[in-house]
Nanobody, 124 residues
């Protein structure tokens, strides 16, 4: 399965962006899908995730209440709606998919498939 993340760009603080993750060469409807981000000079950080069945969602404390993850299995896409963006949200955002147990949902190493990343820049 190949993943393609899109929707990044430059936005002012308090603005919004919507990222999308699309699958090709297979389907990720049976996988959990996570969003991670990596700021310059920092490690990869968990942002949000959505389970394959039931659609349970998980969020990092830093984005809870501002970001929302959703999936459309019919279109094989997962979206990350980002509102009230802050300069500290600036990073390359990656989507990832895999058969992930709940206890590992925030661990990058639990995901087998990764997209190439899309840059989000939030200006103050």
């Amino acid at each position: 399965v190949q993943l393609q993340a899109s929707g990044g760009g430059l936005v002012q603080a308090r603005g919004s962006l919507r990222l999308s993750c699309a699958a090709s060469g297979g389907t990720f409807s049976g996988y959990s899908v996570g969003w991670f981000r990596q700021a310059p000079g920092k490690g990869r950080e968990f942002v949000a995730a959505i389970k394959s069945h039931g659609g349970t969602t998980y969020y990092a404390d830093s984005v809870k209440g501002r970001f929302a993850v959703s999936r459309d299995n019919g279109k094989d896409t997962v979206s990350l709606q980002m509102n009230s963006l802050r300069p500290e949200d600036t990073a390359v955002y990656y989507c990832a998919a895999g058969s992930v147990i709940v206890g590992q949902i925030r661990a990058p190493t639990a995901y087998a498939y990764w997209g190439q990343g899309t840059l989000v820049t939030v200006s103050s």
